[in-house]
Every structure is written in C-alpha cells, then in structure tokens.
C-alpha cells in the first residue's frame, strides 16, 4: 500500500511537471509573437513617421511626398486609423476558420497596419521621449504580466468591469473629439492607463487559464496554437494602449 501511495505521488509529480513545461512553452510562444509584432509595429511606425517628419521639415523623404500628404488626409487617414479595429473584430469571429500560419500572418499583416496607424507620434512627439515611454510601458507591461501569470487570487471578475471601461474610454475620447476638453483628455488618460494595467494582468491570467483548460482535450494542442495567436494580439494591444495613453503624460512635444 506504500509503495502504491508512493507511485501514485511519482505519477501525480510527473503529470504536474508536464502540465508546467507545457504551459511556459505556451506562454513563451504567446510572448514570442507579441514580440515580433511589436517589431513589426515599431519599424513601421518609425519609418513612416520620420518621413512624415521630413516632409514637414521640407526634408527629403523615402516615400513619394504624395504618398505620405495622402495619408495623413482625410480620407486615407480615417481608413488607416480605423481599419486596425475592423481587423481586430474580423480576427475575433474568423479565427476558428483560419490556418495557424493564416492566423499568424494575420496578426502580422495587423501589426503593420497598427504602425501605419500610430506612426503620427512621431511627427507629434520627441524620439526620446517616445523611446523612455516605450521603457516604461516594458517595465509595467512585464511587471503585470508577471503578477496576472503568478498571482493565486482569482482576477476573472475584473474582466467585465475593464471591458465596459474600454467602451467608456471609447466614448469619452469621441465625445471630446468635439469639445477639446482638456480636463477630460486629462481623466481619459488616467483611466486608460489604470485599465489596460488591469487589462495586462487579466489577460495574462486568462491565457494561462485557457491553456490548462484544453491542454487535455483531443486537438487540445491544436487549440492551444491558435489560442496562443489570440492570446498573444490580447497582450499586444494592452501594450500598445498603455503604451499610447503613458505617452500623452511622459511624452514632450514637438
């Protein structure tokens, strides 16, 4: 009977230390596409942004100056700053009919996209400061993460609440499109900023929970690949948000 309850405690230990290579595979993997995209997004915007600086400045430029005068006016400009939340909404409906690969390049093709999108902060603020908020959002970013990965305490129940703040936030910086408060610019930024660090920390924990939740299925591995995609455009774009909303208080302006 000992050398039974011995056994078991062995097998239990061996299933125990699967599950937790397993899940650090996953989450590297998640970590690893949210990292390429956040190149992607990077080399983009910065390209894009330095020519729409040049142009500016009356400076010489990679791309036609057409191009560029084109995409910084209505009606491109509408197009390229709301196309990455049409993308984002088709992701969430055509995932389950994707290819890995597909989905994969998908969320590249997004990440591109999103460059080209915020790529006016270059022309709006310094490099410096952009490169020390950028610092500081890795810094918090990762700190979060981590707390979402490690923490015991349940975090599900924020879900509902950052979601309807996200559509708040929404909202608000619609609103103030037309009243050009800047008391309220100031609350929105301070709010967004509170609620994609919630949103880092939840996501993270949310990821890690559907992992263990399929790992055992059938085509569990199957899911978890494409649910590493998924995961891993959730935890870029609570990046890039709190990235964009620290900008507004850190960043100097040109």
């Known amino acids: ?15 125990t230390a699967e599950i937790d290579a397993g899940l650090r595979a996953h989450m590297n993997k998640v970590y690893g596409l949210m990292s390429v995209a956040m190149i992607v997004t990077g080399i983009i915007s910065w390209l894009v942004g330095s020519d729409l600086n040049a142009a500016m400045s009356g400076q010489e430029t990679r791309l036609p100056l057409g191009v560029i005068q084109a ?94 703040g996200v559509i708040g936030l929404i909202i608000a910086s619609i609103v103030n499109i037309f009243l050009q408060s800047a008391a309220m610019e100031f609350a929105v930024s301070a709010l967004g900023v509170l609620i994609f660090a919630g949103l880092t920390a939840y996501d993270t924990q949310k990821i890690k929970n559907q992992y263990l939740q399929v790992r055992g299925m059938p085509d569990g591995e199957a899911i978890a690949a494409k649910m590493a995609i998924s995961g891993a455009l959730s935890l870029y774009l609570d990046f890039i948000n709190l990235f964009l909303f620290l900008l507004r208080f850190m960043g100097n302006r040109n």
């Open 71 to 164: 995409m910084f006016t209505a009606p491109l400009s509408y197009v390229i700053m709301f196309a990455p939340l049409g993308m984002v909404l088709f992701f969430g409906k055509a995932v389950n009919n994707m290819s890995q690969s597909g989905a994969q390049m998908f969320f590249y093709v997004f990440a591109g996209l999103m460059g080209l999108s915020i790529s006016s902060i270059f022309g709006m603020y310094t490099e410096y400061s952009i490169a020390q908020t950028f610092f500081v959002t890795s810094i918090a970013f990762a700190s979060l993460s981590l707390y979402g990965y490690t923490t015991k305490k349940d975090i599900s129940a924020w879900g509902s609440f950052l979601i309807m």
């Open 1 to 15: 009977m000992a050398e039974y309850k011995t056994v078991r405690r062995a097998g239990a230990g061996v299933r």
